[in-house]
């Protein structure tokens, strides 16, 4: 009791600061993003909206953890009628549950773990009750090797059925700075959207590029303050955008960085956008170009690095690109 | 150590290789992604008050898991690299596959266990969660355990076991917020079980003390 007493100032603290950013982010949501319902149908947990995006990977992984969660409440309910379940294991089962209830109850609005991590406890929950239920059945326990293979052949031959934003930021850098460095100069400036820029920065070389940030106007969500510090020592560019009530206020124009040097990179997810009203393309400096140097496919869609140079330079390098 | 707990010590390393070789392979295969990006940020701050402070505006989680992160990677002078990043949230992740052997040992019996093992340590889940720089394979080690600790009083109580009981559900909630209602949960679960009211004054009113 003690020891939850002298915890209790802290959480107080900490939970004031996520509820206070709950609900001002909750200004510009228009969905709720841990939805109970998502939860439950499991389609944010595997990062699929509709059947046609159902991958291999995804069946390997979802099939499997349906025919556990099928076979263990079955044998579940039957054992429970025989009266075969031990305190302990009572309480494995019901933590597990009581656990899951809330986080599905409250995880919408409150700070809960997030929901791909519950699938986890669950596939857990299954696993307990399946394997005490069924391992003196010899047919279950040849269901259950299958399924642990199918598990390994996901894990290793597609790697994951798609629970995390798995993408390719370090060859993303690579390319980016390959780039710049063809165009004869070590500095360029690499323009980044959204929840983009800090692992971008992580890759960057130390003092090769400028990391611009802007803000990804479609998922206000992600912004972040990184006024505290530069990021893994790079310089940081960072347009006054914080919760405001018009999120056009106070930002660094695109354009207006794409006039000042005559190359650079963009890195966005959105090409239509890119921190923009109007399509980049359509408002490029009439001195530059710019096209796409090369998409990457990630399982949360596709990430489209842009070049931009100015034609003037173009006339002066040979590049490779 | 007796030829009994040399023998269970041995097992128990086992366990932990085998578990931590599936957890090992392909460790680097991904690039960082934003939130283990946040966890690298956190861990470069130049000392730990400029951490916790960053930790309170931009993360706003408990703190004990960046703690274990930066010490480690500080008390060894490691490169902040991928690797290093998920060094520790791997070997959690080895651990609590042993953790799982323990609990199922506990409520079933040792071939039960042994399946539950393969379970968890093959579980593409679980790999993917143990190779990620985040709080939580960490923070399910220290649930496993909780509940590990429970089960293992429920049959022979000690003022041990309760104490470490105790230590493991703080330690989850320094982890992340939900370690609360998984607080809660296991509290509440065993309420439900209906013991007798001596087991029910012992594990509700300060454990420690209690015979």
């Known amino acids: ?42 389609a944010y947990l595997f990062k699929i909206k509709t059947v046609r995006e159902i991958s291999v990977a995804d069946l390997i992984g979802i099939i499997p953890t349906a025919v556990i969660a099928l076979i263990a409440v ?40 997030h929901p791909r991590y519950m699938a986890h406890f669950l596939i857990l929950l299954f696993g307990i009750i399946l394997i005490n239920t069924a391992h003196k059945n010899k047919l279950m326990i040849g269901a259950f090797v299958i399924i642990i293979g199918l598990n390994a052949v996901a894990a290793y031959k597609y790697f994951d059925p798609s629970p995390a934003y798995f993408e390719p930021w370090r060859d993303i850098v690579a390319e980016a700075e390959r780039f710049i460095s063809s165009t004869g100069t070590k500095e360029g400036p690499i323009l980044a959207d959204g929840e983009s820029c800090l ?27 990184y006024e505290l510090t530069k990021i893994f020592g790079h310089e940081f560019f960072s347009p006054p955008f914080r919760y405001s009530d018009d999120p056009r206020l106070g930002r660094t124009s695109v354009i207006s960085i794409l006039n000042k040097y005559d190359r650079g990179i963009i890195v966005t997810r959105d090409p239509t956008r890119v921190g923009e009203d109007t399509p980049l393309l359509e408002r490029c400096p009439e001195d530059k170009e710019i096209s796409v140097l090369k998409v990457f496919k990630t399982n949360q869609g596709k990430i489209i690095l842009y070049k931009w140079i100015s034609l003037a330079k173009i006339n002066a390098y040979s590049s490779p690109y | ?32 992604w934003f939130d283990e990006a946040s966890t690298a940020n956190m861990i470069s701050q130049k000392n730990v008050e400029s951490m916790l402070k960053a930790l309170s505006r931009v993360e706003g989680t408990p703190p004990l898991f960046y703690l274990l992160e930066k010490g480690f990677i500080d008390l060894f ?47 593409n889940f679980h790999i993917n969660l143990s190779q990620e720089a985040r709080s939580y394979s960490l923070f399910g080690l220290l649930a496993l355990l909780s509940l590990c600790v429970t089960v293992l009083w429920w049959k022979r109580r000690s003022r041990i076991l309760s104490l470490a009981i105790i230590l493991s559900l703080v330690l989850t909630m320094v982890i992340h917020y939900y370690g609360l209602i998984w607080a809660a949960a296991v509290l509440c679960a065993v309420l439900l079980i209906k013991p007798k009211n001596r087991q029910m004054r012992d594990f509700f009113f300060w454990p420690p003390f209690q015979r």
């Open chain 1, 199 to 225: 692992p971008i920065s992580f890759y960057l070389k130390k003092k090769t590029s400028i990391l611009y940030y802007f803000p990804n106007l479609n998922n206000p969500e992600m912004q972040f303050d």
């Open chain 2, 77 to 123: 002078h490691l490169p902040i690299d991928e690797f290093f990043l998920r060094f520790l949230p791997m070997v959690f992740g080895a651990l609590s596959c042993v953790i799982y052997f323990l609990l199922f040992k506990e409520i079933s019996s040792a071939v039960v266990a042994r399946y539950a093992f393969v379970l968890v340590a093959l579980s």
């Open chain 1, 74 to 113: 079955r044998f579940f309910i039957k054992r429970m009628f025989r009266k075969e379940i031990g305190d302990s294991e009572k309480i494995v089962v019901l933590s597990f549950i009581l656990a899951f209830c809330v986080h599905v109850a409250i995880g919408w609005k409150f700070p809960t773990i």
């Open chain 1, 1 to 42: 009791m003690i020891s939850f007493a002298l915890l209790i100032p802290f959480f107080i603290s900490q939970l004031h600061n996520e509820i206070a950013r709950e609900y001002l982010v909750a200004k510009w949501l228009p969905g709720i993003v841990y939805s109970p319902i998502k939860v439950l149908i499991g």
């Open chain 2, 1 to 32: 150590m007796t030829g009994v707990s040399k023998k269970k010590a041995i097992l128990f390393g086992l366990l932990f290789v085998m578990a931590l070789m599936p957890r090992l392979l392909g460790i680097t295969f991904h690039s960082l």
